[in-house]
């Protein structure tokens, strides 16, 4: 269900990026130096869709094994679970944080927060500046996030060993 609400929220971006144009960094008003051009930018857009969605089509119809897994065509064993189930890529750091915490209640709590805490972040932001140009410690901390997601991710994919 989620690459149904990432698609439904790119169309509402379009539709309010086009409609109303993009902000600025440094807060102030740039109404006066927008031009309408948004019957243009929604044609641009739907030629991007339908280019898309032919290479989509064609890599479905006529190779639909191409990004398929090896681990997929073994026969199933209904004795153990096999070491290449795992959750999607975007659920893959809190699975890692799941696995880190050895109590389940605990485990669970942690996982929760850790998607809580990244909803919360826009609701935080009460600055009159939009951007993070004029902000470098900002800056800084935003890139520290984005590393240790993708080490969680990566974490996260790697199957469990020995003495985890």
Same mark, same amino acid.
């Given at each position: 269900?989620l690459?149904?609400?990432?698609?439904?929220?790119?169309?509402?971006?379009?539709?309010?990026?086009?409609e109303?144009?993009?902000?600025?960094?440094?807060?102030?008003?740039?109404?006066? /130096?927008?031009?309408?051009?948004?019957?243009?930018?929604?044609?641009?857009? @739907?030629?991007?869709?339908?280019?898309?969605?032919?290479?989509?089509?064609?890599?479905?119809?006529?190779?639909? /094994?191409?990004?398929? /897994?090896?681990? %997929?065509?073994?026969?199933?064993?209904?004795?153990?679970?096999?070491?290449?189930?795992?959750? #999607? !890529?975007?659920?893959?750091?809190?699975?890692?944080?799941?696995?880190?915490?050895?109590?389940?209640?605990?485990?669970?709590?942690?996982?929760?927060?850790?998607?809580?805490?990244?909803?919360?972040?826009?609701?935080l %932001?009460?600055?009159?500046?939009?951007?993070?140009?004029?902000?470098?410690?900002?800056?800084?901390?935003? !890139?520290?996030?984005?590393?240790? @997601?993708?080490?969680?991710? !990566?974490?996260?994919?790697?199957?469990? #060993?020995?003495?985890?």
């Amino acid at each position: 269900i989620l690459p149904f609400i990432v698609t439904a929220l790119v169309l509402v971006h379009l539709l309010f990026l086009h409609e109303t144009g993009s902000n600025n960094p440094s807060g102030l008003n740039s109404d006066s /130096d927008k031009i309408p051009f948004h019957p243009y930018y929604t044609i641009k857009d @739907l030629l991007g869709v339908f280019i898309l969605l032919m290479v989509l089509m064609i890599l479905v119809l006529f190779f639909p /094994d191409i990004l398929g /897994d090896p681990d %997929n065509y073994t026969p199933a064993n209904p004795l153990n679970t096999p070491a290449h189930i795992k959750p #999607e !890529w975007y659920f893959l750091f809190a699975y890692a944080i799941l696995r880190s915490i050895p109590n389940k209640l605990g485990g669970v709590l942690a996982l929760i927060l850790s998607i809580l805490i990244l909803a919360a972040f826009p609701l935080l %932001n009460s600055s009159k500046q939009q951007g993070l140009v004029f902000r470098p410690i900002t800056q800084i901390l935003y !890139w520290f996030l984005v590393a240790n @997601l993708v080490i969680l991710t !990566w974490i996260g994919g790697q199957p469990v #060993e020995y003495p985890f």
